[in-house]
């Protein structure tokens, strides 16, 4: 049997998904931008998929715009905010818990003479809401917080902090890392207080490669690729016409059955979550089971080292990670996990299983049949 538990790297494409995208690739292949019929064709795609994610975010088609994923998103609102924004300030806030794809880009601001504030975040991996509210300043122009964490699970209180952004720094833009939190959550940026909001395309059934920045109409971004002026100058480069295609039926499809997804979510993680606590020596990371993001569930086996577990569970046909897939490579602590103060031997322990609706209990039953073998196993081999 083969358990994939790790699809908050990645998820397998629908069918649907994958047909449009090989239809665009092999029939309505034209170019985007050329006149001829072929180029009308191909234009299509771009016009419908920015319809069904206009009416999803209830925001308007101009302001969005198609990238080549998550990271290019990010970069693209944080570095053009930045940027834009300057003469009215040059301090930015973001979290101790961010993705790399956003805190790298923030260190390059300080070095580019930024002020980068870092806010802390309690033992459940939730932003200082005190903490933002001290930090923020007339001369702040942009705070930058993922929506959903994708190590714990941890759901930022985006509401809120946009309320506050907008209230204590009228010149700062709001941007919401929303990667995890897209095809899971209703999120409506106009009555959240959002300006900028990135999604990718291949956490929530899509193809990789592609993925969009919701930009407000009313704020300032300096375009970071220039070339052929596509899109208004704001991303240029041909279109990604298979890839926004997919992203499209993706999206519509995840948001037509957004409810009863969501509970099986739940169902699943409360499921493994009540098998796992049955063993000696684990614990739960993160916020209440209902509190949390449906689909991540962050677990401690303490006395055995993750990447031990990881490929252990692997061997057997069960797919999990030991954190962020974009960071695993890296031989250090993860980073969300060192921000909620766990200790070291904690962290080292730590696994994520991520679900998607496609997961079934049976699963789930034949990892924990699989956990209950091998565990016992390890701590005593890791003992000596």
Do not use: W
């Not at 300096?222 to 480069?237: A, E, N, V």
């Amino acid at each position: 049997m083969e358990a994939y538990f790790d699809n908050s790297a990645t998820t397998r494409c629908y069918p649907q998904v994958a047909q449009i995208v090989v239809k665009t690739m092999t029939e309505d292949f034209g170019n985007p931008s050329a006149m001829h019929q072929k180029g009308v064709e191909a234009e299509k795609y771009i016009r419908d998929t920015k319809e069904i994610l206009a009416r999803i975010l209830k925001v308007k088609e101009k302001e969005i715009f198609f990238t080549s994923g998550g990271t290019e998103s990010n970069n693209l609102a944080l570095f053009g905010a930045a940027q834009a924004n300057a003469r009215s300030g040059k301090h930015v806030i973001t979290t101790a818990v961010e993705h790399a794809a956003v805190g790298q880009p923030m260190e390059r601001l300080a070095q580019m003479g930024y002020e980068v504030t870092v806010l802390p975040v309690d033992r459940t991996g939730v932003v200082d809401m005190k903490a933002l509210e001290e930090a923020l300043r007339p001369d702040t122009i942009l705070v930058s917080t993922m929506y959903v964490n994708n190590e714990v699970g941890a759901v930022m209180p985006v509401e809120k902090i946009g309320a506050l952004v907008h209230e204590k720094s009228p010149k700062a833009l709001y941007h919401v890392d929303a990667i995890q939190a897209f095809g899971k959550y209703t999120i409506h940026p106009k009555k959240t207080g959002i300006d900028l909001l990135s999604v990718s395309s291949h956490k929530l059934h899509g193809p990789k490669g592609v993925g969009f920045l919701y930009i407000n109409e009313k704020a300032k971004i300096q375009p970071q690729i220039l070339g052929g002026g596509q899109q208004d100058g704001m991303r240029s480069g041909t279109d990604n016409v298979p890839g926004i295609a997919g992203l499209g039926v993706a999206a519509q499809m995840v948001y037509d059955h957004l409810e009863e997804n969501r509970e099986h979510l739940y169902q699943l993680k409360e499921y493994l979550a009540e098998g796992l606590l049955k063993l000696d020596d684990v614990c739960l990371n993160g916020m209440g089971l209902r509190e949390g993001a449906p689909q991540i569930l962050s677990a401690s086996f303490l006395g055995i080292r993750s990447e031990v577990l990881l490929h252990t569970l692997e061997d057997r046909g069960i797919y999990v990670s030991a954190g962020s897939a974009c960071s695993s490579h890296k031989r250090k602590a993860a980073g969300t996990l060192a921000a909620m103060g766990m200790p070291v031997s904690q962290k080292e322990s730590t696994l994520r299983f991520s679900f998607s609706e496609e997961n079934t209990f049976e699963e789930i039953d034949y990892c924990l049949e699989v956990l209950r073998e091998v565990v016992p196993v390890l701590r005593r081999y890791s003992r000596h």
